[in-house]
């Protein structure tokens, strides 16, 4: 019950943000619940970024650890990452043609990867 206890406690809070030099690729950041949002460290000012995966921390909050994990992976492999309704929701800030293609815009040119 005390791990049960603790495991709820860490939902609740807000996310740790770590700024690391290393995030899988193609990807900018990750969140990756329970323990924080990862993001490299070139786009540390870069807000919008921020703001896509504390929709992701709240997804988490709202559907629980292993929920979100589970949806996650479910969308991801019946829509693919450009489709799935949970990146669609975390990129509010987009323009409609790029909240659907993603990869394109962000992973795929040259102007914001390595
Ligand atoms: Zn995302």
């Known amino acids: 019950m005390p791990f049960l206890f603790k495991l709820i406690q860490v939902k609740m809070r807000q996310p740790k943000i770590y700024y690391i030099r290393w995030v ?5 950041a990750m969140t990756i619940p329970p323990f924080g949002i990862f993001i490299k460290k070139r786009y540390r000012d870069n807000q ?6 504390m ?6 909050q709202k559907m629980g650890l292993f929920m979100f994990y589970f949806r ?6 019946v ?7 949970m990146e669609i929701e975390a990129r509010y800030e987009e323009d409609r043609y790029t909240k659907k293609h993603y990869s394109e815009v962000y992973h795929n040119s040259n102007k914001n990867s390595i």
């Open 79 to 85: 829509y693919g990452y450009d489709k799935m309704p």
């Open 24 to 28: 899988l690729p193609p990807y900018r």
């Open 72 to 77: 996650y992976f479910k969308q991801f492999f």
């Open 48 to 53: 919008k970024i921020l703001n896509h995966d």
């Open 55 to 60: 929709v992701h921390w709240k997804q988490y």
